[in-house]
């Protein structure tokens, strides 16, 4: 019986195989470079144990255990680096949905199609720009000499600052641009949800002589709260990688400013890029890799526990 | 992600923004009066506040190095002069080489890439492929966990050998696992009846999704095909790891990344000599660089703006 089962089992997946041939290879070239840019690497993270060189390669270099996890703890690298990704990327999260959510509200309160359209444009461009420009646009507005923010503190009076050696005004520099660059794209979601909400809401609403704003705060906002809590928890699943181009673009190689700007993701940059620092950014990347998947795991779980049609899996 | 999330409309209408306006009660409140008031002030501010920047630049890239260095940069060039374009243009040979390796990585890019994520996108949303959750969750999983920079770097670098080749950027941007949930989502919209029909016809699965559904799916290959080729155009990233100078011509934004890097070098190397600083204009050769490189963006962003808004609006909706 039991084997009867099996050999119908497979053949019958034999059979789904050569069914689903052209499908299959339809699917083919984009497995395959998954397999080959993602997967094929993965073994790669065994650097983390190793006191990796070049000549022994990555299997053949001494294991040393988890030295290299103690030195990041021991030097409060580790701390200060979760530290700072977090806190970004929270700051981000709460400032960014705010902005949207009155920016999307404030859009459907224009009437005139040309103002919306003209408006949307002008605030969707930043994101259209490469993160060396963002750079380049940082540097214009604040450097010493010749930045716009200096230039006109000196023409009413006023001492210039230099902003890029001031690592206590960059928290607030990073989460302006940050805004910038994605309050108009991150609206859409919202603006879109707005357009979607049952008009007769509004018309009941409107016809009990709610003002505007009871409008807002009793039909709008309670509608939103769906979209804005599943777009929450799952950027908060992603709370552990930060946008890696925004920062590098304007902080760089500044190191007077590492200690409140420096994140994952620049710091095994770095190690890799300028000191060829292998086991370290790997033990850094593969603690950022599990510590950031068991977050995924959890917003995923707890979304699935709030209305199961959201959950990614 | 949501059911308010209307997306036959927003395919149909091509559009957000191009919506209709809401229909409302004719009498307007004071609230209302005040609230718009309110609206159409704030949206200008933040309209002009994300504008602002990119008219600094342009008139940077306009003024003569020593107004910048008197000054500072401002809103409108004091003087208005091309010098700093003559300086770019003087030696074309860079730039013109920067660009062709830029438009043909994103022209090739973007066409093969659509092309395997919609063959992809196509296959995974047939309801009859049996191995479709498998392949999904295959492509998805590399979103939440992977090697690293470092291991990534050294296979890619070493063992597959494409440290200072173009490949190495070229390939790896061709698709993205969202991108490919995101054709995945558009294919919905493609009627079930249609691909029936297409095999009672005993037209092969490729037959059916080259000939019926990819020209049911201009929208979708638009969306998708802007957001390759601004990953395209903005790559510097890929290029810092695997280029670095070992290439001639570097890709644009790479090319701009090193001028910006490179003048405060240059600038404080000449201060040490007998040459004025204000010979050279470092400033505004930064930013013409950048109009430059950002130039023909802006040249289409008007065209590209909807399929733009569209995109984000379905790529919200989950797969």
């Excluded at chain 1, 920062?247 to 420096?262: M, P, Q, R």
């Amino acid at each position: 019986m039991a084997g009867e089962e099996t050999t119908r089992r497979r053949k019958s997946l034999l059979r789904q195989l050569a069914d689903s041939k052209v499908l299959l290879l339809m699917c083919a070239p984009a497995v395959i470079f998954f397999i080959v840019f993602n997967y094929a690497p993965l073994p790669g993270a065994w650097i983390a144990f190793t006191n990796f060189n070049y000549r022994d390669g990555i299997f053949g270099s001494p294991f040393v255990g988890f030295k290299n996890f103690e030195f990041l703890i021991k030097s409060g690298q580790l701390w200060t680096l979760t530290r700072n990704t977090i806190l970004y990327n929270l700051a981000f999260i709460v400032l960014g949905n705010i902005l949207q959510i009155a920016i999307a509200i404030m859009l459907n309160e224009i009437r005139s199609t040309f103002f919306k359209k003209i408006s949307q444009a002008a605030m969707f461009l930043p994101f259209f720009i490469s993160a060396v420009l963002v750079g380049v646009i940082a540097f214009n507005l604040l450097n010493y000499d010749t930045g716009a923010l200096n230039a006109l503190i000196k023409q009413t009076g006023g001492d210039p600052i230099k902003i890029y050696s001031t690592a206590g005004a960059w928290p607030l520099i990073i989460i302006v641009v940050h805004l910038w660059q994605s309050t108009g794209y991150g609206s859409i979601v919202y603006f879109a949800a707005i357009m979607g909400i049952d008009r007769s809401l509004y018309e009941a609403a409107t016809v009990d002589g709610a003002s505007a704003w009871q409008r807002i705060r009793y039909v709008t906002l309670p509608s939103l709260k769906p979209t804005f809590i599943i777009l929450v928890l799952f950027s908060l699943g992603g709370i552990m990688h930060g946008n890696f181009g925004l920062f590098w673009n304007l902080v760089g190689n500044n190191a007077s400013l590492f200690a409140t700007t420096d994140i994952i993701e620049t710091s095994v940059y770095r190690m890799v890029l300028s000191q060829n620092n292998f086991t370290t950014s790997t033990a850094v990347g593969l603690y950022q890799s599990l510590f950031g998947f068991a977050l995924v795991m959890t917003a995923n779980w707890i979304v699935r526990r709030i209305n199961k049609d959201y959950a990614l899996f | 992600m949501t059911d308010h999330i209307n997306t036959d409309g927003i395919i149909g209408a091509g559009g957000v923004g191009m919506g209709p306006a809401k229909p409302r009660a004719v009498k307007l409140d004071r609230s209302d009066i005040v609230l718009q008031t309110i609206s159409y002030i704030v949206i200008t501010l933040f309209a002009l506040f994300c504008l602002l920047p990119f008219v600094l630049i342009l008139s940077a890239s306009f003024s003569t190095e020593a107004t910048i260095m008197k000054t500072g940069f401002g809103l409108l060039p004091k003087d208005f002069t091309l010098t700093a374009y003559e300086y770019i243009f003087k030696a074309p040979r860079q730039i013109v080489g920067s660009y062709i390796v830029t438009i043909t990585m994103t022209v090739c890019g973007t066409a093969i890439g659509l092309f395997v994520i919609s063959m992809t996108g196509y296959a995974l949303n047939r309801k009859d492929f049996p191995f479709r959750d498998h392949i999904s969750f295959f492509i998805y999983f590399t979103t939440l966990f992977s090697a690293g920079l470092a291991p990534t770097f050294l296979w890619i670098a070493r063992d597959l050998g494409l440290r200072g080749s173009y490949f190495a950027v070229f390939l790896q941007l061709l698709m993205t696992p969202w991108l490919i949930i995101l054709m995945k989502n558009f294919m919905r919209t493609v009627p079930y009846e249609i691909i029936e029909s297409g095999k009672v016809d005993g037209a092969g699965d490729f037959r059916i999704f080259a000939q019926l559904c990819l020209p049911m799916m201009k929208p979708a290959l638009a969306t998708i095909g802007l957001f390759l080729a601004l990953s395209y155009w903005n790559e510097w990233y890929l290029s810092s790891l695997y280029l670095g100078s070992t290439v001639e011509f570097k890709p644009l934004q790479y090319l701009l990344y090193n001028i910006i890097n490179t003048a405060n070098a240059l600038r404080n190397s000449v201060a040490g000599s007998n040459v004025s600083i204000t010979n050279l204009p470092s400033n505004t050769l930064k930013m013409a660089s950048a109009i430059v490189a950002i130039g023909p963006i802006l040249l289409l962003y008007p065209f590209i703006q909807k399929y733009f808004v569209s995109g984000i609006t379905i790529g919200a909706v989950k797969g």
